[in-house]
Structure formats: C-alpha cells, structure tokens
Antibody, heavy 128, light 108 residues
Framework: QVQLVQSGAEVKKPGASVKVSCKAS????????ISWVRQAPGQGLEWMGW??????NTNYAQKLQGRVTMTTDTSTAYMELTSLRSDDTAVYYC???????????????????????WGQGTTVTVSS | EIVLTQSPGTLSLSPGERATLSCRAS???????SAWYQQKPGQAPRLLIY???SRATGIPDRFSGSGSGTDFTLTISRLEPEDFAVYYC?????????FGQGTKVEIK
C-alpha cells in the first residue's frame, strides 16, 4: 500500500544535528514532491519546506534557511536540521505533496493537491 | 507570509449536529490553494479537502469545503463519533505555506 515510513525517535543535545528519514513505498517516488511539517508539543502544524524528488529543487521556510537541508535518494527522503535548540523539540512529519506533471523549458511542473500521504512522525527531543 | 486565523478555537457539539469551521487569510489565497486536515491525538494529520472544495480520496461526503479569496469554510453535515478531533486549514498558494492554529471539535 501507499505509505511513508519514518525513522525512529531521536534525543539530541543543543547544538547537535539530526537527520530524519522517510521511506516511500507503494507509489512512484519520483512522480511526487515531499513536504516536511513539524509539530511542537501541544502546538499546531508548521511547514518546514518542500523538495522535488524529480530534480532535488527545494523550497525552505525562511525561518529555517541555513539550518535545514532536504534531500532524496532512490526511495527515501531526508530532512537534516543543524544547530538544534530546545524549541526544535517536536514531532517531525514527512508528507507526499505535489504530483509531477512533466518537464518543460521553464522547469518541472507540479500539481498541488494538499499533503495526501503522511509518515507516522518522528519525535525529536532536544535537551541538555 | 499569509497568516491563517481559524474560528472558533473550540466547538462543542453533539453527534448528529452540523459543524461549521472558519478559516480567514490575511491576504488572498491564489487559485484557492487551500486545504483542510483532521488530526486525532497521537496521529498524523489526514487530508480532507484540497483546492478549497475537493474531497480527498476516501473522505466521506459529510465533509465539504467552500470559499475563495480570504475566507474558507469546512462543514461537517452530521457529526459522527469519529469526527471529534482537531482541524487545521492550510494555504499552499504562496510560499511559505502556512497552517491555521486549529479548531478543536469536542463532544458536548
């Protein structure tokens, strides 16, 4: 079945880095994009950024620019966050978003219809 | 960035009642690129509505979305016991994509 399976919980010290993986199955990975969303304890959802699996183009939330890197390989997406702070403590989700609509001279075309498949979430705790 | 404000913060209703959730954007959302998600405790969000009014695959027809520009609405025509949850609106028409703060639908 169509699913995204994320890596396990992480505990990190302030200043460290974390890399969360998100393995796709049941669909053609290269035909979609992947968004990353996080949720601090008891709080709402925060979009972190999006990556095109087709060509690796990224769009990061400005507040995380310079600290976040999103990459992909054959069937897995990765999100690395550096210089961790206590307010990075959250559940991190990957989600499938954007269906590839072909490559054009202006670049790849994606059709966005919301985040329709979600990983189960990875808890990242930042604590000294 | 576009700020989304959801109201009310909490909605207390009984099963079988109608729920109307509102989402107002600080500026117009292009091409009605708005979505609604349902989240239950300990679970990942679930896509309900995209494009302001299109139901996602497998979503029951008691869920409907409407609106354009700066005002969007999610309506649950008759609440089922499994519908009590937190609902988030989202816009993906302008970067950064943003979410509302959520509306909790609780059992009265």
């Amino acid at each position: 079945q169509v699913q995204l399976v994320q890596s396990g919980a992480e505990v990190k010290k302030p200043g460290a880095s974390v890399k969360v993986s998100c393995k796709a199955s049941g669909f053609t990975f290269t035909s979609y994009g992947i968004s990353w969303v996080r949720q601090a304890p008891g709080q709402g959802l925060e979009w972190m950024g999006w990556i095109s699996v087709y060509n690796g183009n990224t769009n990061y939330a400005q507040k995380l620019q310079g600290r976040v890197t999103m990459t992909t390989d054959t069937s897995t997406a990765y999100m690395e966050l550096t210089s961790l702070r206590s307010d990075d403590t959250a559940v991190y989700y990957c989600a499938r978003e954007g269906a590839f609509g072909g490559n054009y001279p202006s670049g790849p075309l994606y059709y966005f219809h919301g985040m329709d498949v979600w990983g189960q979430g990875t808890t990242v705790t930042v604590s000294s | 960035e576009i700020v989304l404000t959801q109201s009310p913060g909490t909605l207390s209703l009984s099963p079988g009642e109608r729920a109307t959730l509102s989402c107002r954007a600080s500026q117009s959302v292009s091409s009605s690129y708005s979505a609604w998600y349902q989240q239950k405790p300990g679970q990942a969000p679930r896509l309900l509505i995209y494009g302001a009014s299109s139901r996602a695959t497998g979503i029951p027809d008691r869920f409907s979305g409407s609106g354009s520009g700066t005002d969007f609405t999610l309506t649950i025509s008759r609440l089922e016991p499994e519908d009590f949850a937190v609902y988030y609106c989202q816009q993906y028409g302008s970067s950064p994509w943003t979410f509302g703060q959520g509306t909790k639908v609780e059992i009265k």
